[in-house]
């Protein structure tokens, strides 16, 4: 398995308080990414680094931010967190499989907003 | 735009029978395309990938999918399902801008019936 760890696993968080989420990897990938995964939606991408100090947003940025401060963490910070936040949060990164790039995924981390 | 359509959201077939996933493409390049699969409260794990090297695809656990470009397809087959089988499957197109972005189908529900 690709070194992908998120942490914390599972959350409950009030509404209206600030969340970070922790992605961290020992694969030295360029590239980060965060998903969010609800039902009738597949993944959708919030927000992805393709380096130190570099980020961009996804389809679904809103009330998200993130940063990269070294090559291995990749923080999401959900600002003020609602209820539709509530959802399933997979980090992936982006490395070489045989001459193809293909994603890794972390095995998630379940957040309730109550 | 790249964008996959995942044309059934859930499947039930017989232990032993064969499984047929299907996905639509639209993608202005020529797209590399994925197959995802997740058991129940896992991550995702990489089934198998077409980079456009053979058009017939072999992937784990004795799936394939075939790329059709005349029907911007890639549906997932596999000749006899198994119980283990059962997870949700995503088919996936990734972003050719550069930055290794997957576009993520809505997802198809297996369900093995013994």
């Known amino acids: 398995d690709a070194g992908i760890t998120q942490s914390p696993r599972h959350k409950v968080t009030e509404t209206g308080t600030p969340v970070t989420l922790r992605c961290h990897q020992t694969e030295n990938h360029r590239y980060m990414y965060w998903y969010r995964q609800d039902p009738g939606h597949g993944l959708r991408l919030i927000h992805y680094?393709?380096?130190?100090?570099?980020?961009d947003k996804g389809e679904v940025s809103d009330g998200y931010s993130v940063s990269r401060s070294k090559t291995e963490d990749f923080l999401l910070t959900l600002e003020s967190a609602t209820s539709s936040q509530t959802s399933v949060y997979f980090c992936?990164?982006?490395?070489?499989?045989?001459?193809?790039?293909?994603?890794?995924f972390g095995q998630g981390t379940r957040l309730t907003v109550v | 735009a790249q964008s996959v359509t995942q044309l059934d959201s859930h499947v039930s077939v017989s232990e032993g029978t064969p499984v047929l996933l299907r996905c639509n493409y639209s993608?202005?390049?020529?797209?590399?395309l994925f197959w995802y699969v997740q058991h129940p409260n896992k991550g995702l794990q990489l089934l198998l990938k077409?980079?456009?090297?053979?058009?017939l695809v072999k992937g784990i656990n004795g799936f394939e999918a075939e790329f059709k470009k005349s029907e911007t397809s890639f549906h997932l087959t596999k000749p006899s399902a198994h119980m283990s089988d059962a997870a949700e499957y995503f088919c996936v197109v990734s972003d050719p801008s550069g930055t290794y972005k997957y576009i993520f189908g809505t997802g198809t529900r297996l369900k093995v019936l013994a």
């Open positions: 680094s393709y380096g130190v100090k570099d980020t």
């Open positions: 993608s202005s390049y020529s797209p590399s």
């Open positions: 992936a990164i982006s490395g070489l499989s045989g001459t193809t790039t293909i994603a890794f």
């Open positions: 077409y980079t456009s090297a053979a058009t």
